[in-house]
């Protein structure tokens, strides 16, 4: 048995055996661009966490990233991660939610 109110097995109100109602399903890249090429030799090794917040329609606005050791670098990588699209995060019966996603590359 679950720990919702209701007849079924999970944490939601009601019978059956979902995983309640607050669960959400983060978004998901559809457009993964690469960081920008050649890396400058200085920048590496690196590891770039970009946050994303990603709205009901899969409109993704930038909100932050790691900056590298370098500056004309990093104008290059946001310009990047502007090309970056999304599938809106959805709840579990589909509905789509707004929500925050980190992306992370890495190079050696």
């Known amino acids: 048995m679950g720990s919702g109110v209701g007849t079924?097995?999970?944490?939601?109100?009601?019978a059956g055996t979902g995983g309640g109602a607050n669960e959400i399903y983060p978004p998901q890249v559809t457009n993964l661009a690469l960081l920008p090429m050649p890396v400058p030799n200085r920048v590496r090794p690196y590891t770039?966490?970009?946050?994303?917040?990603v709205d009901e329609r899969g409109k993704a606005t930038l909100i932050?990233?790691?900056?590298?050791?370098d500056n004309g670098y990093n104008r290059r990588i946001r310009e990047t991660?502007?090309?970056y699209r999304f599938r809106p995060?959805?709840?579990p019966d589909g509905t789509p939610v707004r929500d925050t996603v980190s992306v992370t590359v890495s190079v050696p």
């Open 64 to 69: 932050a990233f790691n900056p590298s050791k």
């Open 8 to 14: 079924g097995r999970g944490s939601a109100t009601g």
């Open 48 to 53: 770039m966490v970009a946050w994303f917040d």
């Open 81 to 83: 991660l502007q090309e």
């Open 89 to 91: 995060a959805t709840r």
